[in-house]
């Protein structure tokens, strides 16, 4: 019979504290007392939540099969919307239809999908909807943002259009990149300020600290918002980018999408601390603790950390806790995930629970609501046939616009001529404030 046995762990439920044992150095066994009292610091992380879910994941080892499985409490009752502080009646209507347009959106690329329409993976932000949208609505126009596979709803708020989106995962002539990436590596440096995803994970933090110094030098404090996973903040470049744009006091708004999962691997076995904004504190900047499926704590802590770095504050570091409510693509079925949790996250679905906020503020009627989604899903229906019917791209373009070619475009500064820094015995050269910098 197969022996069920559970892997070694620290349980965050109840830390474990182990007993001291000499081992016969010196010094230890002192009988304790006698030494000067040790002075602890207290930092204090604000959690926004109103309901802190007490759970934990745990492999469990049955034979040759691993598979995991939660304990705790699983039976809460779902938690109100907290009050946002600055959103108006009509910009939560705003951003709710921003919402379930991110929803619809992907629905419609699931079915493209199944249809064998996309060429390569679809990727979706299923149950992270509001954490896309609502931080990034919470920008200002010239703020710049560069997303991840999950935000595909900043994009929408930020001007990109369902059908570049479509468009690109079907490879089509008329996407982003004219067919010439399956997925989302694309930008618009020009009119959108949104800097491409790249995959390996935590590039994009020292890129973003980057697009903030270089419109600082240009003399402008933007807020450069990107996102990253639970397990992407674990690479190193994570940890240089964000050290740096806090040692700089610069403009990154970084928000760590904790979903609990990391491709397969339960967020337990990824970190061993319980909240990731906890890290801010290593990094010497502020850090916030939100519900991630809770639309106006994204909005209103997002706008709290634009507005720091509009003026020149530097970074902050916002956990939204939320649940990755799909596979990691298209492919997987997530069969890995205990069924409890996501029922348990299903009933915290962030646009089922803003839909019924703005009905109970009697912000929306049942009818303005019917009305609006159906308003959405016509629209999606235009922007998927618009796809649809867009060409693929020639043979002979796929050569062209890889590489820069002579005088294809200018690389020139977007906001002005970088100031040269003063000194008491006289200017920087300007070829000086450039080495400083690099
Ligand atoms: C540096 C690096 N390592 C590994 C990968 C492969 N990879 C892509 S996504 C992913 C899981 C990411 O999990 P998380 O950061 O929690 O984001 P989520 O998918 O949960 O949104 C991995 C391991 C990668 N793209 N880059
Ligand atoms: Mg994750």
């Known amino acids: 019979m197969a022996t069920k046995t559970k892997t070694q762990k620290n349980s965050r439920l109840k830390p474990t504290v182990k007993s001291a044992s000499s081992n016969g150095r010196p010094g230890n066994g002192r009988p304790a007392g006698k030494a000067p009292a040790i002075r602890v610091n207290q930092y204090g992380i604000p959690d926004w939540r109103l309901e802190q879910p007490e759970f934990e994941v745990i492999e469990v080892t049955d034979g040759p099969e691993v598979h995991y499985e939660i304990k705790g409490e699983l039976s809460t009752p779902v938690p109100p919307i907290r009050e946002s502080k600055y959103l108006t009646k009509d910009q939560h209507l705003e951003l709710y239809r921003w919402m379930v347009m991110n929803r619809r959106m992907e629905v419609a690329l699931e079915n493209l999908y199944k249809q064998s329409k996309v060429v390569g993976g679809v990727y979706f932000g299923l149950g992270q909807e509001a954490c896309s949208c609502a931080s990034a609505y919470a920008l200002g126009p010239d703020d710049w943002f560069a997303p991840m596979i999950r935000n595909q709803g900043a994009q929408l708020v930020r001007g990109f259009h369902a059908r570049d989106i479509m468009m690109q995962y079907m490879a089509?002539?008329?996407?982003?990149?004219?067919?010439k990436d399956g997925t989302s590596h694309y930008g618009d440096i020009e009119k959108r300020h949104m800097v491409s995803p790249i995959s390996m994970l935590g590039d994009l933090l020292p890129v973003m600290a980057g697009v903030s110094l270089g419109a600082r030098l240009q003399g402008k404090e933007l807020a450069c918002l990107t996102w990253i996973g639970d397990g992407g903040q674990s690479t190193g470049v994570s940890y240089e980018g964000i050290n740096f744009a806090a040692v700089r006091k610069l403009g990154l708004v970084l928000?760590?999408?904790?979903?609990?999962?990391?491709?397969?691997?339960?967020?337990?076995?990824?970190?061993?601390?319980?909240?990731?904004?906890?890290?801010?504190?290593?990094?010497?900047?502020?850090?916030?603790?939100?519900?991630?499926?809770?639309?106006?704590?994204?909005?209103?802590?997002?706008?709290e950390a634009v507005e720091r770095a509009h003026r020149g504050e530097g970074p902050t570091m916002i956990e939204a806790k939320l649940m990755r409510m799909k596979g990691h693509a298209i492919h997987d079925a997530a069969a890995y995930v205990?069924?409890?949790?996501?029922?348990?996250?299903?009933?915290?679905?962030?646009?089922d629970r803003f839909q019924k906020y703005l009905l109970e503020k009697k912000w929306l009627t049942p009818a303005q609501d019917k009305e609006m989604i159906a308003g959405i899903e016509k629209e999606i229906d235009a922007e998927r046939e618009f796809a649809e019917n867009s060409p693929m791209p020639e043979g002979h373009t796929a050569a062209e616009g890889v590489f820069c070619e002579d005088g294809c475009h200018t690389i020139k500064p977007k906001y002005g001529i970088p100031k040269k820094a003063k000194r008491s015995e006289g200017t920087l050269k300007e070829t000086e404030a450039a080495i400083h910098f690099k």
Request: glycine share 8%.
């Open 172 to 179: 089509k002539a008329g996407s982003p990149t004219h067919g």
């Open 338 to 351: 205990p069924k409890e949790m996501h029922e348990f996250w299903r009933k915290r679905d962030c646009i």
């Open 255 to 303: 928000i760590i999408e904790s979903n609990l999962w990391a491709y397969s691997t339960p967020m337990e076995y990824q970190v061993n601390v319980k909240d990731l904004a906890n890290r801010a504190i290593g990094y010497g900047m502020p850090g916030v603790i939100i519900d991630g499926t809770d639309a106006c704590q994204v909005y209103d802590a997002t706008y």
